[in-house]
């Protein structure tokens, strides 16, 4: 189970308001974990592949699950 920490949304938009494009290590990190064929990668096989470390592939992941759900709650706020 994934906990989202409370993030401003200013954080997490661009001067326009727009929300920040995903980085490419936010993608391949949330595809590996969550979407991967076989297996999910530890977190540690994911930094052994970027040459980072564990702690900052975990860093990574929240960044791009807050954006995932900020998008989501926008859009209910939208929907409402």
Do not use: M
């Given at each position: 189970?994934?906990?989202?920490p409370?993030?401003?949304s200013?954080?997490?938009?661009?001067?326009k308001?727009?929300?920040?494009?995903?980085?490419?290590q936010?993608?391949?990190?949330i595809?590996?974990?969550?979407?991967?064929?076989?297996?999910?990668?530890t977190?540690?096989?994911i930094?052994?592949?970027y040459g980072?470390?564990?702690?900052?592939?975990?860093?990574?992941?929240?960044?791009?699950l807050?954006?995932?759900?900020?998008?989501?709650?926008?859009?209910?706020?939208?929907?409402?």
């Amino acid at each position: 189970v994934h906990s989202f920490p409370t993030r401003c949304s200013s954080d997490l938009k661009n001067s326009k308001g727009r929300i920040q494009p995903f980085k490419r290590q936010e993608k391949d990190i949330i595809k590996i974990r969550f979407f991967a064929k076989n297996k999910s990668l530890t977190y540690q096989e994911i930094g052994d592949k970027y040459g980072i470390s564990k702690q900052r592939v975990q860093q990574i992941e929240k960044s791009a699950l807050n954006k995932i759900k900020f998008l989501f709650e926008e859009k209910e706020v939208l929907t409402v």
